[in-house]
């Protein structure tokens, strides 16, 4: 996993054109501002496969994947403010989108509750991923999902 400066993200990289894996990898000193950068990163990284790699990237998958970051941004400005590293990893088909921050409070979803205001976000992220995992690190923790990059034949939009 590389890491970039604070300063923004960088493009696209493949890394062993045997392995097929494409990276991308961003660090933020997360706060409410900075939620919109993720999504943008998000955004350009999924393009810049489509532009530069000619990979089939659905426009449910650029949505979704940055619906999915901005949730997972937002748990990070609310209950982590600090660096926040965002690695994007493309293989086989599928976008993992991997969020590590300082904090070590773990994320649980809470019980559905139609009538709840707010904190819906993980519920929305675990609605919207194919896979979902969190992983305590040395310092801090680490959250992992993944999604399709393109729509599967008879696959209905959620």
């Given at each position: 996993?590389?890491?970039?400066?604070?300063?923004?993200?960088a493009?696209?990289?493949?890394?062993g054109?045997s392995?097929?894996?494409?990276?991308?990898?961003?660090v933020?000193?997360?706060?409410s501002?900075?939620i919109?950068?993720?999504?943008?990163f998000?955004?350009?990284?999924?393009?810049?496969?489509?532009?530069?790699?000619?990979?089939?990237?659905s426009?449910r998958?650029v949505?979704?994947?940055?619906?999915?970051?901005?949730?997972l941004?937002?748990?990070?400005?609310?209950?982590?403010?600090?660096?926040c590293?965002v690695?994007?990893?493309?293989?086989?088909?599928l976008?993992?989108?991997?969020v590590?921050d300082?904090?070590?409070?773990l994320?649980?979803?809470?019980q559905a509750d139609?009538s709840r205001?707010g904190?819906?976000?993980?519920?929305?992220?675990?609605?919207?991923?194919?896979?979902?995992?969190?992983?305590?690190?040395?310092?801090?923790?680490r959250v992992r999902?993944?999604?399709?990059?393109?729509d599967s034949?008879?696959?209905?939009?959620?």
């Amino acid at each position: 996993m590389e890491q970039q400066p604070t300063s923004g993200p960088a493009a696209p990289e493949e890394k062993g054109t045997s392995t097929g894996v494409i990276l991308g990898s961003a660090v933020y000193e997360m706060s409410s501002g900075k939620i919109a950068h993720t999504r943008a990163f998000v955004r350009e990284f999924l393009l810049e496969l489509r532009s530069r790699h000619g990979m089939n990237v659905s426009r449910r998958a650029v949505d979704t994947a940055q619906l999915i970051v901005s949730e997972l941004a937002t748990n990070v400005a609310k209950y982590a403010p600090g660096p926040c590293q965002v690695d994007l990893e493309v293989f086989g088909g599928l976008l993992r989108i991997s969020v590590w921050d300082s904090g070590t409070l773990l994320p649980e979803p809470e019980q559905a509750d139609p009538s709840r205001v707010g904190r819906h976000g993980l519920e929305i992220v675990l609605l919207a991923c194919q896979s979902f995992s969190v992983h305590r690190e040395p310092v801090g923790k680490r959250v992992r999902v993944e999604i399709p990059l393109h729509d599967s034949p008879g696959r209905t939009p959620a």
